[in-house]
């Protein structure tokens, strides 16, 4: 969901964007440990550069937060519990205007999410359509 976006320069863009991802079996295994995100949200600025009038060039950066269910193996099995990841994610892509509305856009994030005394950090490649009220 795209909050705002300015244009500040004929060719500087500016804005807010938030968002809400479900998980949908994407288990990360790492030494043993299994984390299966439930669901994901963000919310993060962006600046970018805007090409010809149709394609922004951008980074991003923010806050994010992802509740997962969490596998560690211990002696007596394995443990399976909920848990809250908070960190941030800063991130780049490419967007361009397809009609006068409606673009698409291509985007890479990285995120730590370690704040739980926990190394846990995500790398995604995100791709999408957008319609800018």
């Not at 993060?44 to 922004?56: E, H, N, Q, V």
């Not at 509740?67 to 211990?74: E, F, G, H, L, Q």
């Not at 291509?106 to 926990?118: A, K, P, V």
Request: proline share 2%.
């Amino acid at each position: 969901m795209e909050i705002n976006n300015q244009t500040v320069t004929p060719n500087i863009v500016l804005g807010l964007e938030g968002s809400f991802n479900v998980g949908a079996s994407d288990d990360i295994r790492r030494n043993g440990v299994s984390i299966n995100p439930d669901y994901s949200f963000d919310l993060s600025a962006r600046a970018g550069y805007l090409i010809g009038g149709k394609t922004l060039i951008y980074a991003r950066g923010g806050y994010e937060n992802m509740r997962a269910k969490v596998r560690i193996p211990s002696a007596s099995g394995v443990v399976s519990n909920r848990e809250t990841f908070d960190g941030w994610t800063v991130g780049g892509g490419v967007e361009r205007a397809l009609l006068d509305k409606v673009s698409a856009r291509l985007e890479y994030r990285y995120s730590d999410l370690g704040s739980n005394g926990q190394k846990f950090d995500r790398h995604q490649v995100l791709a999408g359509v957008g319609y800018h009220f």
